[in-house]
């Protein structure tokens, strides 16, 4: 069967710091990837997603990247976090693309910026 | 755009009330509807999903109906439980998009 991590599962970061974020993916191969983020209180926000390595799709222009060195690793970085970078952060992945297939999520990383 | 309207929570009810969270959603083509729910403290899970008009979605006691004419994907439960307290979140996804595009969720709260 499939899971999905992520790591750290919390962090608190000051300002300014940078940050890494990582997701794997066991049991397929060749997934989609995606990160999203979760403001409190509120839906989801699609960041990045990826169909192969070294393949990455930005939704919303912002302070952050993502990176996938490995099949089933994706990683989302900083250089320098800023206040509004706080937020619930979700990996999910899916199969493929079509409009049937469902995106399975891991458990999230809740990140505070002070 | 492609857009996805749920009612506002919190919803609070009583433990085996029944339940309805409203879905209403625009789109040019013919999306694909999920239900995601989010756990306190946890990440999403697909709850049910429906690929076409008038398919229904159900899993642990909870259905709902793909309604083309009326543009919604109302989701129900006839009888909840304390243990379904959670956000849910109601999603569409479109021919050659990689995007779920997600409402803002809906708090459920249920009383002993």
């Known amino acids: 069967s499939q899971t999905i991590h992520q790591w750290p599962a919390t962090l608190v970061q000051p300002v300014g710091s940078p940050l890494s974020l990582e997701c794997t993916v066991e049991?397929?191969?060749?997934?989609?990837l995606y990160w999203y983020r979760q403001a409190a209180g509120r839906g989801l926000q699609l960041l990045f997603y990826?169909?192969?390595?070294?393949?990455i799709s930005s939704e919303v222009p912002q302070n952050l990247s993502a990176s996938r060195p490995q099949d089933r690793q994706f990683i989302l970085s900083s250089k320098k976090l800023l206040l509004s970078d706080s937020g619930f952060y979700l990996c999910?992945?899916?199969?493929?693309?079509?409009?049937?297939?469902?995106?399975?999520f891991g458990p999230g990383t809740r990140l505070t910026v002070l | 755009g492609d857009s996805v309207t749920q009612m506002e929570g919190p919803v609070t009810l009583s433990e085996e009330a029944f339940l309805t969270i409203n879905c209403t959603y625009t789109?040019?083509?013919?999306?694909?509807l999920f239900w995601y729910v989010q756990y306190p403290g946890e990440g999403l899970q697909l709850l049910l999903k429906?690929?076409?008009a008038d398919d229904k979605g159900s899993n642990k006691g909870f259905e709902a109906t793909y309604r083309k004419e009326t543009t919604s994907f109302h989701l129900e439960k006839g009888s909840v439980q304390v243990s379904d307290s959670a956000v849910y979140f109601c999603?569409?996804?479109?021919?050659?998009?990689?995007?779920?595009?997600w409402g803002a969720g809906t708090k459920l709260i249920i009383k002993p």
């Open positions: 999910a992945w899916s199969r493929d693309s079509s409009t049937t297939d469902t995106q399975y």
């Open positions: 049991g397929t191969s060749n997934p989609n």
């Open positions: 990826s169909v192969g390595i070294g393949q």
């Open positions: 789109a040019t083509g013919y999306p694909s």
């Open positions: 429906a690929t076409k």
């Open positions: 999603a569409l996804n479109m021919d050659s998009n990689y995007q779920l595009i």
